[in-house]
């Protein structure tokens, strides 16, 4: 299990990118496959995905996200620091179950990135209807979540949260370091 306790810590919400170290489009569809094959409640299967990695359909997709909620001062990754590439997690068919299912498939398309040394954040604040215009996407298909991918641009590091702690807001330091509060081992039990 200390191997996939590794994984799962130095998998973080990455916001900031190496631009230029691109993303291939085979590793976006490689994510895709082995999200494709875990859980789904009653077997429904009902998300889909669109793979994004042209220069233009980033850039179409990039403009309707919302980045940091907790960083009231910074409106996003800078040119040169934004996503080599989007998973876009859609609802092709609904049901009780899809919110869990999304859930299953995005942690597992971050921790497989994670693996093969890319870098993630899961956006659930972003326009909707724009980024399925902008796509193309079917009437049918809702988007969910765009997972934003690529070589991480930033660092990033977990500090355990004071048990008396008013605020669980990430922040960064003077040197750009995003700083997340993680609540103790003996804080989560009960």
């Known amino acids: 299990m200390a191997e996939f306790s590794k994984l799962v810590q130095a998998c973080r919400s990455y916001r900031r990118f190496d631009e230029a170290a691109g993303m291939p489009r085979e590793v976006l569809i ?7 094959q875990t859980a789904s409640g009653a ?14 359909e980033r850039a179409a997709v990039f403009v309707h996200l919302k980045w940091a909620g907790a960083l009231k ?7 040169g620091e934004r996503p080599a590439g989007y998973i876009v997690i859609c609802d092709a068919g ?23 040394g890319y870098g993630a954040c899961m956006l659930h604040a972003f326009n909707k209807a ?14 969910l979540m765009v997972i934003a991918l690529g070589k991480p641009g930033e660092t990033v590091v977990l500090e355990d949260l004071a048990a008396d702690a008013t605020s669980t807001d990430y922040w960064r330091d ?15 039990l009960l």
């Open 30 to 36: 490689d994510l895709v496959d082995i999200a494709r």
């Open 43 to 56: 077997n429904r299967m009902p998300l889909r995905y669109r793979v994004v990695c042209a220069e233009q």
């Open 73 to 79: 001062d910074w409106d996003g990754p800078a040119p």
């Open 94 to 116: 609904g049901g009780a179950t899809t919110a869990v299912d999304e859930g299953i498939a995005a942690q597992t398309i971050v921790l497989a990135a994670a693996s093969a």
């Open 130 to 143: 724009e980024v399925a215009c902008a796509l193309g996407l079917a009437q049918d298909v809702v988007p």
């Open 174 to 188: 003077e040197k750009s370091v995003h700083h997340v509060p993680k609540r103790t081992l003996d804080h989560v």
